[in-house]
């Protein structure tokens, strides 16, 4: 049994290491010029510190031999110790390049792995990120990948730095005893053992426990955050949540501390190995000078050698424990980076039949993981010109509908055309173009207002015209323009200046940014007056239908008074079509339209 524990941890520990290469390869292709100077300063401060310890050798022996000579060589001795401040001084200087060099490629190289991650979460679609599986390799890979890349070519080249000083001194160490070479290496082997297994089980433990310190983030996020910290003072949940934030912590803090102690024990018992190995040497070093095998000088070189090369060996057997270590956490990296996406294969930007519109045919739709489908079995169509309404109960699939439109989501079932040709055909960034969108969710970003109106179509991000035409047709132009800075105001909290707004001057300025395609032929608005009052409703919403008046517009909304003038109203309930005509045949049906109208309408009598 021990023998297959044993041969799965050796299988483990070097099947791990196939993220070295593609680590070393990294930091290459980031700096080539650095990680050249850092290889020759690491080659330099391996090949040196023998030298300082054979010259050292020599101006012992030749101070005894100055001491029993009538004419010491007095300058010989001293041009030896010249030689090795020399030594010493280039030791120090590769040391201060080596530090400065790898400080260099920390700064560039995690710059360029967290670019990396986020590139590669723009190629994600959402349901990536509503995994939350996934979204544990994204917080793993974000938290320790970006710096783990150049902690293992450092300990790489610390290694290879070792590697040769270790040479060097078995070199010298040989001409006193092969033995003296083999007890110098092998007296580390049990510790680096030990540490192997050691970061195995760190690492294990790091990725087993990843959703609690996902909470404890997100505790840190509600208590610490202005969106939350209104609630968590009016509910007083502040003790509640730091309370559970503790206990996280507590949760966590036990299996820390069973694993430090035991690798610490572990460690320095093994490391007793190490040290009695080392004053064996001594002894044996000693006794070889008292009965003259070899002379003082070279007893002191020789005990120079096995300290720092002891030193050495376990810098080695760290760097390779570490490695270990670093290629466990670089595994979370690549993982990340290996995810598949489902490729976007179309390429259209037009379509054959512009008269027909949208069209959704048997369309179905379930949430990965779930039972039960969002949508089943949904056919509509909408022409140009006209508009639809979505209404039913939160949940019933209004929302999940408009992203399958946007292609956020890709339909299980059946088919989603617009223009006659399926969405899969187009060109998806052709397609979200022609569609102007406000989600009930929408984004509150810390930008300007012009930016924040701007990212409603990235190709003029900067247009101030734009911004001012947009905002002018989704009525946030007024509010805007008596700000002091204007479009030039810094929005939210977390800005120095910035100015926060109501949630019903947040709605307006996001339908400007809907608005911001000037071109888009569809229009999409998700319950985008839930924040305002009755008579900017009113307003928004006689300006919505002049303004889109020849494009296709989908409004979803609980307030009856803003879809009745839609030419197609939909009701939707578990994911199902439930009733569908315009405001007076759904009335004359008395089904549930008429049911769910006459209720809301009875709120206002």
Known sequence: MSEKIDAGFVTRFLGVFQYSRRAISLVWTTSRPLTLTLALLTLAAGILPAGIAYIGQLIVDGVVAAMASDTPDVRGVLSLVGLEALLVILVAGSQRGISASQSLLRALLGQRVNVMILEKALTLQLTHFEDSEFYDKLTQARREASSRPLSLVNRTFGLTQNAITLTSYAVLLWQFSPWAVAILIGAGLPSFFAEAKFSGDAFRLFRWRSPDTRMQMYLETVIAREDGVKEVKLFQLGPRLLQRYRDIFNKLFVEDRRLTLRRDTWGFFLGLLSTGAFYGAYVWIVLATIVREITLGAMTMYLMLFRQGQAAVAASLS???????????????????????PGRVGHAEKGPEPARGIEFKNVSFRYPGSEVDALSDLTLQIRPGESLALVGENGSGKTTLVKLLTRLYEPTAGQILLDGLELTEWHVEAL???????????????????????????RYLDDEKRWAAAAKTGMAAPFIESMPETYQTQLGRWFKGGRELSGGQWQKIALSRAFMRADADILVLDEPTAAMDAASEAEVFEHFRKSSHDKMSILISHRFSTVRAADQIVVMEGGRIVERGNHESLLSMDGRYAHLFKLQARGYQ
């Not at 760097?319 to 996406?341: P, R």
């Open 432 to 458: 979200r173009e022609r569609i102007g969108v406000i989600f009930q969710d929408f984004g509150r970003y810390q930008f300007s207002v012009g930016e924040n109106i701007g990212a409603g179509d990235v």
């Open 319 to 341: 760097a390779i424990s570490g490695m270990y270590e670093d290629n466990l956490y670089l595994s979370n990296l690549y993982e990340y980076l290996a995810q598949e996406v």
